[in-house]
């Protein structure tokens, strides 16, 4: 739940914290006072995108903040928690916003940087807002059939539709291609496969190329080394005057001091720890020798395979590390197009591209299938309370051509008494697809379990003895959640919780734009001038008063 919004220098807000509780908060306002401003800032602290615009005139940097109380969504805590965002509180959650005069913006998660996407993404679990142009939306193919689709549980089912239908037409047009251009894509794939079997032949691991080089340089200098192994041994303990003799016999003589002072104790166990050491040398030393020998045949065959990797590598003109990679390449290319099977590979791949394709929607067609007439059910049940008594909502599954979004088409009809259902579009009257675009709203809201939801204007086009029905619709939603409503009908306002008004004043620096929470006296007031305008009478208090219940 929305607990604090708080805004500075924001479009035409100077500083704003507004604070909200359960059930159903409505916002009024003169036409342009700054009522969507709200939204504004709840979107941009949701993920939306910044502009500079949005700055108050005259300022440098906007700040927007938001606490929301996670008392009772867990889907949000899992959220944090897995991306070690939770912060102290484990029960609420700080998104911040800021925004520059350049242009730069940072978003803030419990006080840890956050992308838009992350905003998005723990909004997502947190608000979800109806715009004022929603029932404009609802005429667009896309968005019914999102619709359902989101009804249906089949929004990750769509997703994978649309995924492999991509891998379809991308493999489609690689045939098409190759198809066309037939004779270069077999050139194409000649060369490949000649030069893959060439360097595969080498059975080269990248891995292989500093092994090899540092066997060579030790079989290539074994002459040296053992030269030089065998000259430590003399020195170190071989030798007539070795220094291993030499400082044990050191040792020993510090060791027979030390009876007479014990201060040289230390003194003596650094030699005794030197000694130690230098044995350990000698015997490694020894160890490398016995190991040590020259060995022309083996160096002779380590070189014949470094020139065979030089000289491919040379002839690739990549270093010899590369090699691999180069293969990789190589080899995916030529499974791309259609490796040793040509075109009868690329056409195998084709169709078993479309197999997975249709195979998924065939399955979310079923799952629309399944659920359109449920939904068709419910939002009829919905509308009928909104003066839409002798109205019938349908959705029609319409064949057509295969595509992203599927086999089918999601058509929304509506049908006025006794007539057939019609396309929505072409038979409902603005007022209508507000109260349909409502009742759809309200259902997918209830499916949805965010804890807060914003409806901005959605009730346009109605009023009477209707606009009094949606405000007890939305107040009925206000006591499973919390619901923020902007409006412009006092039957709606009159259903509120909590009452804002937002107004507008000019001062030194421009126009400002407050927002103030309104006592029951108030409320009246309020409720009377958006029912009698400019001039309010006693008789508009009264009606007011009545609408919201008192004495």
């Not at 700055?55 to 938001?66: D, I, N, S, Y």
């Not at 030393?285 to 160096?299: F, G, K, V």
């Not at 009023?463 to 902007?486: D, H």
């Not at 009246?524 to 009545?546: F, N, Q, Y």
Request: proline share 3%; charged share 25%; hydrophobic share 45%.
């Amino acid at each position: 739940m929305l607990s604090t919004l708080s805004l500075k220098n924001f479009v035409i807000v100077d500083d704003l914290t507004l604070e909200f509780g359960a059930g159903l908060s409505v916002l009024t306002g003169e036409t342009g006072a700054g009522k969507s401003i709200i939204l504004d800032a709840l979107g941009l602290l949701l993920g939306d995108r910044a502009d500079p615009a949005m700055l108050r005139h005259g300022t440098e940097r906007a700040e927007l903040a938001a606490e929301f109380d996670l008392t009772a969504v867990p889907a949000a805590r899992t959220w944090l928690a897995d991306h070690e965002l939770a912060g102290d509180e484990a029960d609420s959650v700080l998104l911040r916003r800021t925004l520059d005069a350049a242009g730069k913006s940072k978003a803030f998660i419990n006080g840890a940087p956050a992308t838009l996407a992350q905003l998005k993404a723990l909004g997502e679990t947190l608000v979800d807002i109806h715009g004022q142009h929603a029932h404009q939306q609802l005429l667009r193919p896309e968005v019914q059939r999102a619709l359902l689709d989101d009804y249906a549980g089949a929004a990750e089912l769509a997703g994978q539709v649309a995924l492999a239908w991509r891998g379809w037409r991308a493999a489609a047009a690689e045939l098409d291609d190759a198809e066309r251009n037939a004779a270069a894509y077999a050139a194409e794939t000649e060369r490949l496969q000649w030069q893959v079997d060439e360097v595969a032949a080498l059975s080269f691991a990248a891995e292989e190329w500093p092994t090899l080089s540092a066997e060579h340089a030790r079989l290539h200098h074994a002459a040296g080394l053992i030269d030089g192994v065998q000259s430590a041994l003399l020195a170190l303990s071989e030798g007539d005057d070795n220094l291993q003799g030499w400082l044990s016999g050191v040792t020993g003589r510090v060791g027979e001091l030390i009876d007479y002072d014990p201060a040289l104790g230390e003194v003596g166990e650094l030699l005794g720890a030197a000694e130690a050491s230098l044995s350990e040398a000698v015997h490694a030393l020894q160890r490398y020798a016995d190991r040590l020998e020259l060995d022309p045949a083996r160096l002779a065959e380590v070189e014949a395979r470094m020139d065979a990797i030089w000289r491919t590598a040379r002839k690739y003109r990549v270093e010899p590390e590369r090699l691999p990679q180069l293969l990789g390449d190589w080899q995916a290319r030529l499974e791309v197009i259609g490796g040793s099977g040509g075109l009868a590979a690329l056409r195998q791949r084709v169709a078993t591209a479309e197999g997975l394709y249709r195979t998924a929607a065939e399955a979310l067609s079923a799952r629309r299938a399944a659920h359109a007439a449920t939904l068709a059910e419910a939002v009829t049940r919905e509308m009928r309370p909104l003066a839409l008594a002798d109205s019938r909502f349908e959705i029609a599954l319409v064949a057509g051509e295969a595509g992203a979004h599927g086999l089918e088409g999601v058509e929304f009809r509506v049908a006025h008494g006794a007539t057939p259902a019609r396309d929505m579009a072409k038979i409902v009257s603005g007022g209508e697809l507000s109260r349909i675009s409502l009742a759809l709203q309200v259902i997918v809201s209830n499916l949805s379990g965010v804890p807060t939801l914003v409806f901005d204007e959605v009730d346009v086009g109605i009023g009477g003895r209707v606009a009094e029905i949606v405000g007890r619709l939305l107040a009925g939603l206000g006591q499973a959640r919390q619901v923020l409503c902007i409006t412009h009908l006092p039957q709606v306002a009159a259903c509120g919780s909590h009452h804002f008004v937002v107004s507008k004043r000019s001062d030194a620096d421009g126009i400002v734009s407050a927002v103030t929470a309104l006592t029951p006296a108030q409320r009246v007031e309020e409720i009377a001038r958006m029912l009698g305008g400019v001039e309010i009478t006693e008789t508009t208090r009264r009606h007011a008063a009545e609408l919201l219940g008192h004495d």
